[in-house]
Antibody
Framework: QVQLQESGPGLVEPSQTLSLTCTVSGGSISSGSYYWSWIRQPAGKGLEWIGRMYTSGSTNYNPSLKSRVTISVDTSKNQFSLRLSSVTAADTAVYYC??????????????WGQGTLVTVSS | DIQMTQSPSSLSASVGDRVTITCRASQSISSYLNWYQQKPGEAPKLLIYVAFSLQSGVPSRFSGSGSGTDFTLTISGLQPEDFATYYCQQSYSTPYSFGQGTKLEIK
């Protein structure tokens, strides 16, 4: 059974960089054809797709965040990470990591972490 | 970017009812449409992918249909554990946008 767990600071100061890590257990992050993904959800609001990294290393980002976001993978630790620079209060949200997959050009997230709340405040 | 619009935004129903939630895309997305269920304080859970494929372990009372721009999620015979918020997501092109959600409440 694949499990994902987010970790990182719960409080980030404005203009600083938000850094989160997702630890994957129950399977190797470098095997198979998966999209290691990040999604966020402001309190009481809907879901926003942030981006993904394919097993091969290619990435896709939401253009609304593209200049600020980086997703990377550390296969030695079976982890993938999110970095979001120059944060503002608008970046306050619950951040989810997820495993995406797709066999015929589709994409869906079948395993999710429990989510971690990140608050941007001084 | 593709905009996803769900209707209704909220819905009241009783145990045993059959309910339908609609999702409309701002352009054709073929069958690249997913449905997720989210309960308070929990991560979203995948229900349906590519419009009609039932995720493993999801009860058969959940079904999806549609293609192009119009899609539906149907729950046949509501159970107490089905009261939650439901989101559609297009996977046709990045950014993979979600609908605003439909909150299903107990009548």
């Amino acid at each position: 059974q694949v499990q994902l767990q987010e970790s990182g600071p719960g409080l980030v100061e404005p203009s600083q960089t938000l850094s989160l890590t997702c630890t994957v257990s129950g399977g190797s992050i470098s095997s198979g054809s998966y999209y290691w993904s990040w999604i966020r959800q402001p309190a009481g609001k809907g879901l926003e797709w942030i981006g993904r990294m394919y097993t091969s290393g290619s990435t896709n980002y939401n253009p609304s965040l593209k200049s600020r976001v980086t997703i990377s993978v550390d296969t030695s630790k079976n982890q993938f990470s999110l970095r979001l620079s120059s944060v503002t209060a608008a970046d306050t949200a619950v951040y989810y990591c997820a495993r995406g997959r797709g066999d015929y050009g589709d994409y869906y997230c079948d395993y999710w972490g429990q989510g971690t709340l990140v608050t941007v405040s001084s | 970017d593709i905009q996803m619009t769900q209707s209704p935004s909220s819905l009241s129903a009783s145990v045993g009812d059959r309910v339908t939630i609609t999702c409309r895309a701002s352009q054709s997305i073929s069958s690249y449409l997913n449905w997720y269920q989210q309960k308070p304080g929990e991560a979203p859970k995948l229900l349906i992918y590519v419009a009609f494929s039932l995720q493993s372990g999801v009860p058969s009372r959940f079904s999806g249909s549609g293609s192009g721009t119009d899609f539906t999620l149907t729950i046949s015979g509501l159970q107490p554990e089905d009261f939650a918020t439901y989101y559609c997501q297009q996977s046709y092109s990045t950014p993979y946008s979600f609908g605003q959600g439909t909150k299903l409440e107990i009548k």
